[in-house]
């Protein structure tokens, strides 16, 4: 497959995630997070039927694929308990603005730490270029005025998922990227269970369609296709290639929040998503100049 088309792909992965937002904000109406978290990872285990069956590759799991599983496993788990919080406490679109612009500029400087690699300088310019986008979007001066807690949790997210980004991409050595979020989500279902098990797990049933429609999609589309294409796309592209569509993810989410919570878009809005759009193009254009 041409790199062209992993970009088309990313893309339609950035707009499964960016409508998952909304979704998320729907579900902590409803039940704990622990509850949530844990049917969400259930449901995704029997979403990889079919893309298993697709894939047609053996299912093998070795004690090198663990040591990428369980770290991810755990930092899923961390992902999901503080973009929960984090959407309670407060706005869907201010943690999809702040996680997905920070994640790409975390992901860099973690691969310059851990790999003593040195990204270009238009690399560099597009990020800053794009994590400013996300602080007009955020409208920063409000964010100040306005502390409430929920941005720890966002921040802790777009940390999390950085690391996340890097251990993904260096397990494609050893295991296949869709048995890799297989196993993920297997292993995280098993810690949310003992996690859950204080809770009513099975309040679930007593739940509305727009409560199952708003899990049933964050599990299968939010998590299982968009999270493979992202994982097949870090290990083709490069973690901190792959990182920079995440820029898009606060536009889609802004989007699919107006048509599907009534959510205004404001100036400011617009102005950060051209802005942000601007430096995923020159970050993607250094990239071609290299290969």
């Given at each position: 497959?041409?790199?062209?088309?992993?970009?088309?792909?990313?893309?339609?992965?950035?707009?499964?995630?960016?409508?998952?937002?909304?979704?998320?904000?729907?579900?902590?109406?409803?039940?704990?997070?622990?509850?949530?978290?844990?049917?969400?990872?259930?449901?995704?285990?029997?979403?990889?039927?079919p893309?298993?069956?697709?894939?047609?590759?053996?299912?093998?799991?070795?004690?090198?694929?663990?040591?990428?599983?369980?770290?991810?496993?755990?930092?899923?788990?961390l992902f999901?308990?503080f973009?929960?919080?984090?959407?309670?406490?407060?706005?869907?679109?201010?943690?999809?603005?702040?996680?997905?612009?920070?994640s790409?500029?975390?992901?860099?400087?973690?691969?310059?730490?851990?790999?003593?690699?040195?990204?270009?300088?238009?690399?560099?310019?597009?990020?800053?270029?794009?994590?400013?986008?996300?602080?007009?979007?955020?409208?920063?001066?409000?964010?100040?005025?306005?502390?409430?807690?929920?941005?720890?949790?966002?921040?802790?997210?777009?940390?999390?998922?950085?690391?996340?980004?890097?251990?993904?991409?260096?397990?494609?050595?050893?295991?296949?990227?869709?048995?890799?979020?297989?196993?993920?989500?297997?292993?995280?279902?098993?810690?949310?269970?003992?996690i859950?098990?204080?809770?009513?797990?099975?309040?679930?049933?007593?739940?509305?369609?727009?409560?199952?429609?708003?899990?049933?999609?964050?599990?299968?589309?939010?998590?299982?296709?968009?999270?493979?294409?992202?994982?097949?796309?870090?290990g083709?592209?490069?973690?901190?290639?792959?990182?920079?569509?995440?820029?898009?993810?606060?536009?889609?989410?802004?989007?699919?929040?107006?048509?599907?919570?009534?959510?205004?878009?404001?100036?400011?809005?617009?102005?950060?998503?051209?802005?942000?759009?601007?430096?995923?193009?020159?970050?993607?254009?250094s990239?071609?100049?290299?290969?």
């Amino acid at each position: 497959m041409q790199a062209k088309h992993f970009t088309y792909l990313l893309i339609f992965a950035m707009l499964l995630w960016g409508a998952g937002w909304p979704a998320l904000k729907v579900l902590t109406y409803s039940l704990p997070v622990e509850v949530v978290s844990f049917w969400r990872f259930f449901l995704m285990i029997f979403a990889f039927i079919p893309v298993l069956f697709f894939l047609k590759k053996p299912l093998t799991l070795n004690k090198e694929a663990l040591k990428y599983i369980l770290p991810s496993a755990v930092l899923n788990v961390l992902f999901m308990v503080f973009a929960f919080l984090g959407v309670q406490k407060g706005f869907a679109g201010s943690g999809g603005v702040i996680i997905t612009t920070l994640s790409p500029v975390l992901t860099f400087v973690l691969v310059s730490l851990v790999f003593k690699k040195h990204p270009p300088k238009m690399q560099i310019f597009g990020l800053v270029i794009g994590f400013i986008g996300g602080l007009i979007m955020l409208k920063i001066t409000t964010l100040i005025t306005t502390f409430n807690g929920a941005e720890i949790y966002f921040l802790l997210c777009a940390l999390v998922w950085a690391a996340l980004t890097l251990i993904s991409q260096q397990s494609h050595a050893v295991i296949h990227p869709v048995h890799y979020s297989f196993f993920i989500a297997i292993f995280a279902t098993v810690i949310f269970f003992f996690i859950a098990l204080p809770y009513e797990i099975m309040a679930v049933a007593d739940e509305g369609p727009a409560f199952w429609s708003s899990l049933l999609y964050l599990a299968v589309f939010g998590q299982t296709v968009a999270t493979t294409i992202y994982f097949i796309a870090s290990g083709k592209l490069g973690s901190t290639h792959a990182s920079s569509y995440m820029f898009l993810v606060p536009i889609f989410a802004l989007v699919t929040s107006y048509f599907l919570l009534g959510e205004s878009v404001e100036l400011h809005i617009v102005i950060g998503g051209a802005v942000t759009l601007f430096g995923v193009y020159l970050i993607n254009r250094s990239q071609r100049a290299k290969t």
